[in-house]
């Protein structure tokens, strides 16, 4: 069983700028992160695009709807910016019905101290082996179905909708 | 639904004498990695012993069994050193079949740099919430059930005996 | 001998805002850095503003030298931002010739993954004991007169002038 | 100006080893910290030995002695447990006159987290451009002349004799 890893940005890999003070991505962090958690299964990484998520279009969506149809694999994950991780996962959700798919980022870039990137990236790596096919957020140790998640932007945390 | 996290101490646990220069327990680490984590799930933590599993004896397994039979919970991470947790997993899932209990642990500290312990903490904390009745390992990414799973000690990581 | 410790803001305390993806001051860092440092020297802190120093303007810089003359110490140390920090060195180097004034801040901020800010403290720490009197830089390790020092924003060091 | 950085080993350099869960070393940490620090003084490392400072012996001092007489460079860091600091810094204090030694360690391993070691180089990197010659202990952000040293086991931090 292979697990797809498709990465589109987002927190998790943003890094620090020293020279202009700012915020930005240079590459993805998944591979350190998945060195340091000693995991061992078989992943196959997929470097999509990097992007903050509050800048992604309708076209950034259609082009990973149509990674994620064109891999063989059925189970994956896709590391993305939280603020429209929701709107994301609701677009593939309701278009992929035989394939298990984790969306899963963080609220701290997995580069600066304290940060939850890699124990949501054990959240996600752990659901999409056993989770019925679907399409999931996993965010705060939760597994929430696409049809019923948002992010609440005070608290900077996943809540249920309904 | 509100998880058990029972608390036995390993390598998680484990923190730096400057004094002595010897690694030690001083409490548990797991509350500041849960905030670390914005974990948001209801978990109550349970401080049953802080030890090295190497010199963890029949009477500490049987104390955990008695542990996991007394809670009203039926969902359990149970925290733990590595060379032995194989051997209580077994021990556990002979007799315990109507919970889903998952044992976790680290190969590095959680307060020391590049550790696996917030990332195994995440896989546990997803996997006892969808998986079957039962007792797992959860390891380098992996699930395990009890009856499968053995630490290799020359690589550090866990396998499949079969 | 007690050392002051002057406050602007700078680099040093910039923490991240997770919910608005923004650098941000909350508190100076100064204290938990001493504390890891397990510094035991006499020294007092100041925080006068908590600035990125491309914000400092002329009241600042004034704010900053009447401080440092109403202070009954002769050894001060100022933490401030990088960009105009060799701006301040000039303005107080060529008004105050009676203490020792060190200052000191950080290409990546103490609370992010591999900070140089603990090593530059160390390096004003040690300045401020031993120089003659008279205002200073350090940083990359090295120890500049107000005259003679410039930040190289290209590489993001310091560099003398002549 | 050339530092030479003579690395004894001590805390400083101490890493854990995952498959036995002890502490030992692999190779300098020296590299990695000056890279961390961003430091851009010319400093010339020389591996002497990496050892617990508790297993010193005589010629372990005898070779950091000759090796200190050998350097051209009159200004020499030289990174050393904690637990013989002292000693050393006597052995060498009583026999080299022209030279400027700064003798400098760690209470917490620079690979875990909250470490005090690149705090302690800034101190000892600064304090060896500038300090007459002679022998020193820079640690808790002091300078302490060879005769005047003594580590405080109970507090694990080093004072005055007098």
Chains 1, 2, 3, 4 share one sequence.
Not at 52 to 62: F, G, H, I
Request: glycine fraction near 6%; proline fraction near 2%.
């Amino acid at each position: 069983m292979t697990i797809k890893l498709l990465t589109t940005g987002g927190t998790v890999d943003k890094v620090y700028n020293h020279l202009n003070g700012e915020l930005c991505f240079e590459t993805t962090n998944l591979p350190s992160m998945l060195k340091q958690a000693r995991c061992n299964v078989d992943l196959e990484l997929d470097i999509v695009m990097l992007k903050d998520s509050l800048y992604m279009v309708d076209t950034d969506r259609k082009d990973i709807l149509k990674k994620c149809r064109s891999y063989k694999e059925d189970k994956i994950i896709i590391t993305h910016g939280t603020d429209t991780m929701a709107e994301t996962a609701k677009f593939l959700g309701e278009k992929i019905k035989n394939k298990t798919i984790v969306l899963v980022g963080a609220m701290i870039p997995y580069s600066f101290g304290k940060s939850d990137a890699l124990f949501n990236l054990g959240c996600a790596i752990s659901a999409v082996q056993h989770m019925p096919k679907g399409v999931y957020i996993t965010m705060n140790g939760k597994i929430f179905p696409w049809n019923n998640v948002m992010k609440n932007k005070k608290f900077g945390e996943f809540n249920t909708i309904k």
